[in-house]
């Protein structure tokens, strides 16, 4: 089974204004998406501390958007039981951050959620070989986790594209995710490599108008994934 060739863009809520969050999500949502990037941090695995499971409970009363939930955070199997109940419909967990990656996988799926793996740009691709077979999407970061606003990390391109083709060999179905500097500036290029959902935070929240943001990117997204080959 193909996983979609449909290309997604998720804002990534860490980038908006927290004092006026509603109005940042309704601004997306008029943009088109159906997902919403929910960044966790615990001060811990990552040098920054973000939001945690009352947040994506209000998230979910809030919008009818699919919650694309980020465990960057340490012992992530302590918390998916939370998150899931909170709301969360994807649940991503780091490979880095956890040495029983398999059963935290089983543990996302095993409370409805899709579940995804992630690597850091330092994790080459083969240390998530054991789970590909597992999971519903793979994240893929092009910058160094922990505040938004950074340069994407040009080497995070030929991840995506090794994902797509051990993908098409063995025929899996995870979608490809990529998160970090993703701009109108790379879009074409990470798409034409394979990836299929798009995390984009600054981009979108810090321009004047999110909506317009959104659709222009959904927008080139489309137009590389025509020229794809």
């Avoid at 998720?10 to 997902?35: H, Y």
Wanted: contains cysteine; aromatic residues 4%; hydrophobic residues 45%.
């Amino acid at each position: 089974m193909r996983a979609s060739a449909a290309v997604e863009v998720a804002p990534s809520i860490l980038a908006a204004d927290f004092a006026c969050l509603g109005d940042a999500i309704r601004a997306v949502e008029r943009g088109g998406v159906s997902l919403l990037h929910v960044d966790v941090m615990d001060g811990h695995f990552v040098p920054n501390i973000s939001i945690g499971v009352p947040v994506v409970a209000s998230l979910r009363k809030a919008t009818r958007l699919q919650l694309d939930v980020h465990l960057m955070i340490e012992n992530p199997e302590q918390y998916i039981e939370a998150f899931a109940t909170a709301g969360a419909d994807m649940i991503s967990v780091h490979q880095e951050a956890t040495p029983h990656l398999d059963r935290a996988l089983t543990m996302v799926r095993e409370h409805g959620c899709k579940a995804g793996a992630v690597i850091n740009p330092a994790t080459p691709v083969v240390m998530l070989s054991e789970v590909l077979g597992k999971v519903d999407h793979v994240l893929v970061m092009s910058v160094n986790p922990g505040f938004g606003g950074q340069a994407f990390i040009p080497e995070a391109t030929e991840k995506i594209r090794e994902l797509r083709e051990i993908r098409d060999r063995h025929h899996y179905n995870y979608r490809i995710e990529v998160d970090g500097g993703i701009g109108p500036e790379n879009v074409a290029e990470v798409v034409r490599a394979g990836a299929q959902i798009l995390v984009a935070g600054t981009s979108i929240f810090h321009s004047a108008d999110p909506a317009a943001a959104v659709r222009e990117m959904a927008h080139l997204a489309s137009e590389a994934l025509a020229q794809r080959v």
